[in-house]
């Protein structure tokens, strides 16, 4: 008895499941055999774009505060020791490199750190 009620609640738990996806959007299809079928619409999530765009943030943060820490000749120090090791070292400091808003980021924390 007790596999056939785990089997109900599973079936159960699929239809629900189901439900909340056809109630935000639905394609209607005639199948192989003739019946009807709805299926739900596929939507990309916006979470990875979000997850993203605050990496992007925090990466620029932390180049900011590390030019303001260091100061830019030592910044700059470590960054040509990085273009002149390996492919991956290369790569991060071409991310690493100081655009405008991490030198305004600098200047901003300046009088926080010193």
Known sequence: MDSALRNFEKRQKAVVTKHRKLAQGYTTRINRNGTIEHRPLRR???????????LAAGGVAFKGLALAVLGEADYLGHLTTLAAGSLPEQIGGWLMTADPVTHWIAQQLQPLIG
Do not use: E
């Open 44 to 54: 990309v999530p916006a979470a990875p774009l979000r997850v993203m765009l605050r």
